[in-house]
């Protein structure tokens, strides 16, 4: 049937040689595909014709010269996902609707262990797209020099396989466990390879029908300038975190033997870049959840206004959730007293968002938002408070800080200035910031590097984690 996909058994995999950078593509839809492929800025390679980013990175739905048709399609995709995830905050119809979209793309349980190699219909219904001829040009202006091409979307990773690319082809998994969409429609014969963030996602995808050899248990690429060299940044930036996470010494009382293991002596102790209570609260790409950022301004007011706290708003991109952030620092008149204790980070493109972000990070003692691809950094060392899910996806994300400890759902936000400082005391977030330090991959960007550039098979040491 005409548009249908077919089977291919493709029999010639391109040479593996070594070389000197990638082909990065991401896709512009929310925040989490092109945070995932940020850190990898410095291995990418463009195209002259396409280059028009900063960190040479290519946006599958978004570069210059792209046919009117794939643009229209990638369009649909992104403006419908980003209208039901606004819709989610309306009480009955908006959540009925979003609850369709995500049982679409939910994530199957994983117990009982089973075969959940057939392709689902989102799958066959995007291959149908990809063989009309979705994504052929992108694949053309890249085939002209083939290197090999990393991607944080699955949709790209298929259109480089279906399209016949010359290079090497992976695709970086973004979430803690994954949905049957990111594996193609006849997994035993693909030769994409995967580079898995944690031990599940390996496991998940032998399930989907990926050859084991296929996948690489990387950990999920973290900002190179948040690690810095033999981890030397991010222990400087977690033993200043220590300081304000543990006011009470019960943490480090209880785990001192730890802290002078990785800190020596002055583990716990440090009064470098001493700050106040640092909290960052971040909203995802649709910036469905920009009311919980002013209910906890509002409940930390008299602490910001005092100079015990401070508070980090991020708007990202948006335009809209930077003025209604703004007018609500106007409203408590936090603008003019006080505003150093006050920060909206917005930023007009990711990259630059990306960048201030990323440094806001090092001087963050608390990360509070819902559990995207952000779950990962925890591997930084900062504590995660949990907002409210939205999606399958976000689910799991929100179990696997759980399992390792290094997130807390938040209570109600009205009464943060009460059960904030009620875990602050009780030593609970600088344990933490430890866990997630001690068993979250933070080297995902050191592996992948080594794979894509140098041919070596390299991942995470100690395979225990989840």
């Known amino acids: 049937m005409k548009g249908m996909p077919v089977k291919k058994n493709l029999k010639n995999k391109p040479a593996r040689k070594k070389c000197d950078g990638a082909y990065v593509v991401t896709v512009d839809m929310g925040y989490g595909h092109q945070r995932a492929a940020y850190p990898l800025k410095d291995i990418a390679v463009c195209p002259p014709e396409m280059d028009l980013s900063e960190t040479r990175i290519i946006t599958a739905n978004n570069y210059p010269g792209i046919p009117a048709a794939d643009r229209r399609r990638w369009e649909g995709g992104r403006k419908i996902y980003e209208k039901i995830s606004r819709m989610f905050r309306l009480p009955f119809l908006g959540r009925i609707i979003f609850g369709i979209m995500d049982y679409v793309q939910r994530i199957d349980p994983f117990y009982p262990r089973r075969d959940l190699s057939h392709s689902t219909f989102q799958v066959r219904q995007q291959y149908g797209m990809i063989h009309r001829g979705w994504g052929k040009d992108l694949i053309e202006r890249l085939n002209k020099r083939p290197l090999p091409l990393i991607t944080s979307f699955f949709t790209v990773a298929f259109f480089a396989e279906e399209h016949e690319y010359q290079g090497e082809i992976y695709c970086l998994c973004t979430d803690t466990d994954i949905s049957r969409a990111w594996v193609p429609m006849f997994p035993q014969e693909s030769r994409i390879k995967y580079f898995a963030p944690n031990k599940r996602v390996r496991e998940r995808l032998i399930l989907y029908g990926i050859n084991k050899e296929n996948i690489f248990v990387t950990g999920f690429p973290l900002p190179k300038e948040n690690i810095g060299k033999d981890l030397k940044t991010l222990k ?87 003025r209604y952030y703004e007018k609500e620092v106007r409203r408590l008149h936090l603008d003019t007293k006080h505003k150093e204790y006050i920060h909206i980070l917005y930023a007009e493109t990711k990259d630059e968002y990306f960048k201030k972000f990323n440094e806001m990070l090092r001087t963050t003692d608390v990360l509070w938002t819902k559990p995207s691809e952000l779950s990962f950094y925890v591997g930084l060392g900062i504590p995660i408070i949990i907002a409210p899910t939205i999606g399958s996806q976000e689910d799991f994300n929100k179990a696997w800080l759980h399992q390792i400890g290094s997130g807390f759902e938040q209570e109600n936000p009205k009464y943060t200035n009460e059960w904030l400082f009620d875990w602050l005391h009780s030593g609970w977030l600088a344990q933490a910031a430890m866990e997630g330090f001690l068993d979250a991959p933070r080297n995902g960007v050191y592996h992948i590097e080594e794979i894509v550039l140098k041919g070596k098979r390299s991942e995470i040491e100690d395979m225990h984690f989840i």
């Open 236 to 322: 400087s930036d977690l033993n200043c975190r220590l300081v304000n996470l543990d006011p009470a010494g019960k943490y480090k009382q209880k785990y001192k033997r730890i802290l002078n293991y990785y800190f020596g002596d002055s583990g716990g102790d440090s009064e470098k870049n001493k700050r106040p209570l640092t909290i960052t609260f971040a909203v995802g790409g649709a910036g469905a959840q920009r009311s919980i950022g002013v209910t906890i301004l509002d409940s930390l007011h008299d602490y910001i206004d005092m100079g015990h706290v401070r508070l980090n708003l991020v708007a990202g991109t948006r335009n809209d959730v930077y």
